[in-house]
């Protein structure tokens, strides 16, 4: 295929993720780009890295393929490395996970989420808390008002038999979100001396179905990550509403309310037409998985009909 044709496919999957369309119609559109690219072509890497996102959550296997030409061709690129983390955790390869976050660490060693999972993975999947504790520690440095990194540092400690220290992340993690049921569990744990024979639910911030929807929460982590961001207090109001919207009359499951704090901050950057926003850059900012984040997306935008300059969600 000449290089013009190349082009105006790169060009149609562009469009196709900016509009984030249905993901079989980008991903038919990214497949052909990747069969037609050069293998060592930017294009090619464009490709398989957005291939990888689009499936990592649904087919964890899949996604690391990608992952790995993208990664032989830009090795110097953090993201990849990371996303590769997550597949092989959802995969339960939790000694591969390890080292493909600790290669993200090498070209982004400031990333707090990068430490906060590896740490995750040392201290419950390998059970190496002495090896976690300090990934965990910097973690909660760089981004010491998250709840789930304070309460993953806390479950560290305890388990190292630093109580006084642990249980004071634990409140802190408490304070920060208190409808947090796990984090009063992981608070309670501590409190009975952290037994070795229980399991604290409330660690490492790993993700729980709850049998109440913990829409407070969702709440709670959209106005960190919104004010984070750079958004008005208007504007993460108007979020607030078409959270309100969405939730009102269904049952929504939240696992993780970073999750759907992470899309519905996405949805608000496409109805404020905000540029250069992206996926992937909305969900490593909330610590979790580009797929999990269009998964939600999807379901908010599809159930709201939502549209670039939605007059419900933008103050004239």
């Not at 976050?101 to 201290?123: I, K, S, V």
């Not at 409808?179 to 490492?204: C, F, M, Q, Y």
Request: aromatic fraction near 6%; proline fraction near 5%.
């Amino acid at each position: 295929m000449s290089e013009t044709s190349v082009d105006t496919l790169r060009r149609r999957a562009e469009a196709a993720l900016e509009k984030d369309e249905r993901g079989s119609s980008a991903e038919k559109i990214l497949e052909r780009l990747a069969q037609l690219a050069n293998d060592e072509s930017e294009h090619a890497v464009f490709a398989h890295r957005h291939l990888a996102e689009l499936r990592l959550e649904r087919h964890p296997w899949r996604a690391a393929l990608h992952l790995r030409k993208v990664i032989a061709l830009a090795p110097d690129d953090d993201v990849p490395h990371a996303l590769m983390g997550l597949c092989q955790a959802l995969l339960g390869n939790y000694q591969a996970a390890v080292a493909s976050y600790r290669r993200a660490l090498e070209h982004a060693p400031r990333t707090p989420w990068y430490h906060h999972n590896l740490g995750h993975l040392l201290d419950v999947a390998l059970d190496v808390p002495k090896k976690a504790v300090r990934h965990l520690e910097l973690a909660h440095q760089i981004e010491p008002d998250h709840d789930e990194i304070a309460a993953s540092y806390a479950h560290c400690l305890a388990r190292l038999g630093e109580l006084d220290g642990a249980l004071t992340l634990a409140r802190i993690a408490f304070q920060l979100a208190p409808r947090n049921r796990d984090h009063a569990r992981l608070v309670s744990w501590i409190e009975r001396g952290a037994p070795a024979n229980e399991k604290a639910t409330g660690d490492a911030g790993s993700s729980r179905a709850s049998d109440v929807p913990k829409s407070e929460a969702v709440v709670e982590a959209l106005e960190r990550g919104m004010t984070r961001s750079g958004y008005s207090p208007d504007q993460v109001d108007r979020a607030r509403h078409l959270w309100s919207d969405y939730a009102e009359g269904r049952r929504v499951r939240v696992r993780k309310p970073e999750a759907y704090a992470a899309a519905l901050e996405y949805a608000m950057a496409l109805i404020l037409r905000r540029r250069g926003v992206t996926q992937a850059m909305i969900a490593k900012s909330y610590g979790i998985a580009p797929g999990t984040l269009s998964s939600r997306y999807h379901a908010i935008r599809d159930a709201l009909a939502l549209e670039p300059g939605d007059p419900r969600y933008v103050r004239n």
